[in-house]
């Protein structure tokens, strides 16, 4: 007869179904033998009887035995404490196994899948290629997914992550669209050529389900139709009414000054919003309004910033904060508006929004276009980027500035010096268009309407930036398909910011593009005195530089069509009169007109802040408004 408490005996009542009385035998045994198998047997027991979480703990135990199994019951213990909500110990058990993922792809699924939740998506990264050799379709799907999370790298080996992803399922067009994020970020218009007439004949077919899995940044640069874009909402939370009723009936109490919150990833000097909205942080009137920042900018980012941040307001730094406790901090700070300046891009905490940071909710210059899903009272903007025919497609309600919604720094950004063309590498004789905005702009159509440009004007020559060699190689194998020589194509780099508005001067005029109008592109070429032409837009993103063009005094730079813009591009260059004359007059009008007024700018807004917090006063619901204008100025507002 087997002994009642030995192994044998527990492993009979295992192997007959009587997972009870195993269970007895082995907590007995325990006492006498702490062994490996004998942890592995009450494991498997205890996930007979359903005690997953048990299970779980007892693998753990069978692997710190060290036997020749311990690796397999390590892996067990990390999938059944994954699979019971125990995230943080499934994590620090996957530590042990970092240096063998390769050999485990579902450990590396379950740390990517972790990773990913917590916002850790460039850590994430370093798994996507064990994912993406996995059989497990899942695992290839995570793969992509962490790809797409951290698009902003620029890596050229994502498109063949896509690629592999679309080839298991060619039909799955969410999957398309993920292909096509990257195949614009590296101007592979072959790609782009294929698969985006796939998707626009889905839509015009009216099938537009799956254009809620597409992420509401890359939507705008397939779609110029407002409608597709608040459709488009993978990055976004989960949103219900009920948000925004707690958020409401939150006791507020009103100071003698209007308290207002910014928050972004973006306070350092270096980046691009910041060279925007700078001076309005430092012209805001303290005796009216207190200025904090919630800052979750990347130290090393701040790092290389060199400006005096207590200028811009009371910066707290809450990166290292889980939302619920920068939530917290907000709330004790009894801020009346909070501004959300990231919108659904990179590095945004739109999330804290939904939990009610302040009695009114702002978005303002991050994002060009509907802030879906976050709880948002306003969107700040102006008559050219969000006319009366928007609305329906906007959840928040408009705030229109009088002039532009885009302010401009006049005072810490430098001047432009004329370099040489010989300085650039372009030649002397020749007509010089540009594009300086990001290359994932540039669509396949833009490309045709630049070289039939180039084809009507053949003394001319086009300069364009990309970001990579590989978009390079790629952008010049589409002119020189389209019958351009290379002769006539000048790529460049990035450069530093103030020797990249020094080249600007060496171009004749900026070619704007669409769906996507260049946004700070815009006004850095039009602060280094270069006209850009655009075309009308249809949504917000596509209307930018229509604002800023009519802010600085040169409305004729807006083509009503395409064929209007390249007949206008056409026509400054053969007629160089008429194009100095524009060029003379964007150069006069930076200190005379609104767009680079950043003292008029903060006025402006900080009448919009005001009227807000009247209606809030009053128990009135937000609606839309429109902010009046000051009156004109009668000469320069700055000497430079």
């Not at 790092?303 to 811009?312: K, Q």
């Not at 600007?504 to 946004?519: E, K, Q, S």
């Not at 206008?568 to 680079?596: C, G, H, I, M, W």
Request: proline residues 5%.
């Amino acid at each position: 007869m087997l002994n009642e408490i030995s192994y044998s005996a527990a492993s009979k009542h295992f192997k007959t179904g009587r997972y009870t009385d195993a269970l007895r035998t082995l907590n007995r045994l325990i006492d006498i033998n702490r062994d490996a198998r004998t942890y592995a047997l009450l494991a498997k027991t205890l996930l007979q009887l359903g005690l997953k979480e048990q299970a779980a703990t007892s693998y753990e135990l069978a692997y710190q035995q060290n036997g020749l199994d311990a690796e397999t019951y390590l892996v067990e213990s990390i999938k059944l404490f994954y699979e019971c909500d125990q995230k943080d110990r499934a994590l620090a058990l996957s530590n042990k196994l970092i240096h063998r993922f390769h050999k485990h792809p579902d450990i590396a699924y379950i740390v990517g899948s972790l990773l990913i939740e917590r916002g850790e998506n460039r850590i994430a990264r370093t798994l996507k290629s064990i994912l993406m050799k996995s059989e497990d379709i899942e695992h290839i799907k995570l793969g992509a997914r962490i790809a797409i999370t951290t698009w902003d790298l620029f890596d050229p080996s994502d498109i063949e992550t896509a690629r592999v992803l679309l080839s298991k399922l060619p039909r799955n067009n969410p999957v398309r669209l993920m292909y096509l994020v990257f195949s614009r970020e590296h101007s592979k218009f072959d790609n782009i050529e294929k698969h985006q007439p796939i998707i626009d004949a889905a839509v015009a077919a009216g099938d537009t389900s799956f254009v809620s899995l597409d992420g509401t940044f890359f939507n705008l640069h397939w779609s110029g139709d407002e409608y597709i874009n608040q459709l488009a909402r993978s990055n976004t939370p989960v949103f219900t009414p009920d948000i925004k009723e707690r958020r409401r009936a939150m006791p507020h109490e009103w100071g003698k000054k209007i308290r207002i919150g910014y928050l972004s990833s973006d306070f350092f000097d270096k980046h691009a919003t910041m060279k925007l909205i700078r001076r309005v942080l430092e012209l805001h009137d303290r005796d009216r309004f207190e200025v904090t920042l919630f800052c979750h900018s990347d130290p090393k980012l701040l790092a290389t910033n060199e400006a005096d941040r207590s200028l811009w307001g009371d910066v707290v730094t809450i990166r290292d904060m889980t939302d619920e406790q920068a939530h917290a901090e907000m709330r004790s700070r009894n801020i009346d508006i909070m501004v959300d300046l990231k919108g659904h891009t990179a590095g945004n905490r739109t999330a804290i929004l939904n939990m009610g940071a302040a009695p009114l909710q702002v978005a303002w210059i991050g994002f060009p276009g509907s802030v879906v899903n976050i709880d948002l009272d306003y969107a700040v903007g102006d008559h050219y980027v969000l006319p009366d025919s928007s609305k329906p497609f906007y959840h928040e309600k408009f705030v229109r500035l009088p002039e532009t919604y885009q302010p401009n720094d006049p005072v810490n950004r430098p001047l432009a010096k004329q370099v040489t063309r010989a300085e650039v590498g372009l030649p002397e004789d020749a007509f010089v268009f540009a594009s300086f905005n990001a290359n994932r702009k540039i669509t396949p159509r833009v490309m045709d309407l630049w070289c039939d440009i180039l084809k009507k004007v053949p003394d001319s020559v086009i300069w364009v930036l990309h970001n990579s060699q590989v978009s390079a190689v790629n952008i010049m194998k589409k002119f020189n398909e389209n019958g351009i020589p290379a002769k006539r194509v000048f790529l460049m780099g990035k450069l530093d910011f103030e020797l990249h508005l020094n080249r600007i001067t060496a171009a004749d005029l900026g070619l704007d593009t669409f769906p996507v109008n260049g946004h700070t592109t815009t006004s850095e070429q039009l602060w280094s005195g270069l006209p850009v032409l655009t075309v009308k837009g249809t949504n917000f993103a596509s209307r930018v530089s229509e604002s800023l063009l009519n802010a600085i005094g040169t409305p004729e730079l807006v083509a009503e069509d395409e064929e209007d813009y390249v007949n206008q591009a056409v026509f400054y260059a053969q007629n160089p009169d008429r194009l100095k004359e524009v060029r003379e007059r964007v150069a006069s009008n930076r200190f005379v007109t609104p767009l680079f007024d950043a003292e008029r700018f903060c006025r402006h807004l900080e009448s919009a802040y005001e009227m807000m917090v009247e209606r809030a006063k009053q128990g009135a619901e937000p609606d839309h408004f429109d902010v009046p204008a000051l009156p004109k100025r009668d000469g320069p507002f700055l000497e430079r």
